[in-house]
Nanobody, 123 residues
């Protein structure tokens, strides 16, 4: 069975950095888009970033210049490097894998999801 497991979340002060990892098992995603979403308390799930099978990246405007997404197909893993963190970045972060080669900002385009990892940014 396919599983995606996030790690790397935690508590960090504003201006700090965290690197999230998402390791997939059960199948290879080298030909698939991968993405990150987040859900803040009492808010809807929000698109954060996606990376295509050939490394093309897309970000939500609020994280451009601060976050970057990358992938290591040899490890079947996707990463989210988060720099210059702000309190409004506080959320549960989820990784996701699509069936398509190119990513989307729509959660419905992703088939597999991780369980989430908490990121808390203090002021």
């Amino acid at each position: 069975q396919v599983q995606l497991v996030e790690s790397g979340g935690g508590l960090v002060q504003a201006g700090g950095s965290l690197r999230l990892s998402c390791a997939a098992s059960g199948r290879t995603f080298s030909s698939n888009a991968l993405g990150w979403f987040r859900r803040a308390p009492e808010k809807e799930r929000e698109f954060v970033a996606t990376i295509s099978w050939i490394g093309e990246r897309t970000f939500v405007d609020s994280v451009k210049g601060r976050f970057t997404i990358s992938r290591d197909n040899t490890k079947n893993t996707v990463y989210l490097q988060m720099n210059s963190l702000k309190p409004e970045d506080t959320a549960v972060y989820y990784c996701a894998a699509a069936l398509a080669r190119y990513g989307s900002s729509s959660p419905g385009e992703y088939t597999y999801w991780g369980q989430g990892t908490q990121v808390t940014v203090s002021s």
